[in-house]
T-cell receptor
Framework: DAGVTQSPTHLIKTRGQHVTLRCSPI?????VSWYQQVLGQGPQFIFQ???????GRGNFPDRFSARQFPNYSSELNVNALLLGDSALYLC?????????????FGEGSWLTVV | AQSVTQPDIHITVSEGASLELRCNYS??????LFWYVQSPGQGLQLLLK??????LVQGIKGFEAEFKRSQSSFNLRKPSVHWSDAAEYFC???????????FGKGTTLSVSS
């Protein structure tokens, strides 16, 4: 069975641009979460979606937004990119919401902002 | 507020030696606790998790962790380290009714021959 898949794997953007990152959860998983991992740090929670509804939001500016589609895949959008947005963006899926469920991570999308 | 502290930024262990990675958490109730491993350029792989019950938890790749409520700790151990264990290790905590995992800053494990 396929794990959590993310695209693109690597991308370079210019300050001020917009980026869209995509995630497909494990088959049967209805919850998707997004994390940002800056080099040398642990992942930081951005969003969680369950059954297409936002269930949690971390301490990130409104430039960050996300959505979940009927097939449970998800997009993370970041507007007006800053140099500090350069990071590994990790998508994670679980059967249901709540951290009591095992969360499985994808390999991430490396974003470099120049 | 929830938080996780991994006191050791970098640890070097000889191949075949035992390993213990420290994790301390701050949380008002009994948390859900996790250890993840991340190889260079890769995503996170779950090693083990603690929800309730037996405080000694067995995971994959020969790892185990012990939950000690009195010390607010969840240390990761392995009796004999292999060169392939070299990676970044993250401890994480989640609220029972929450949605987000809070991660520590990680410990880099190097294995010497």
């Amino acid at each position: 069975d396929a794990g959590v898949t993310q695209s693109p794997t690597h991308l370079i953007k210019t300050r001020g641009q917009h980026v869209t990152l995509r995630c497909s959860p494990i088959s049967g998983h209805k919850s998707v979460s997004w994390y940002q991992q800056v080099l040398g740090q642990g992942p930081q929670f951005i969003f969680q979606y369950y059954e297409k509804e936002e269930r949690g939001r971390g301490n990130f500016p409104d430039r960050f937004s996300a959505r979940q589609f009927p097939n449970y895949s998800s997009e993370l959008n970041v507007n007006a990119l800053l140099l500090g947005d350069s990071a590994l963006y990790l998508c994670a899926s679980s059967v249901a919401g709540g951290s009591g469920n095992t969360i499985y991570f994808g390999e991430g999308s490396w974003l470099t902002v120049v | 507020a929830q938080s996780v502290t991994q006191p050791d930024i970098h640890i070097t262990v000889s191949e075949g030696a035992s390993l213990e990675l420290r994790c301390n958490y701050s949380y008002g109730a009994t948390p859900y606790l996790f250890w993840y491993v991340q190889s260079p350029g890769q995503g996170l792989q779950l090693l083990l998790k603690y929800f309730s019950g037996d405080t000694l938890v067995q995971g994959i790749k020969g790892f185990e962790a012990e939950f000690k409520r009195s010390q607010s700790s969840f240390n990761l151990r392995k009796p004999s380290v292999h060169w392939s264990d070299a990676a970044e290790y993250f401890c994480a905590v989640g609220a029972q009714a929450g949605t987000a995992l809070i991660f520590g800053k990680g410990t880099t494990l190097s294995v010497s021959s």
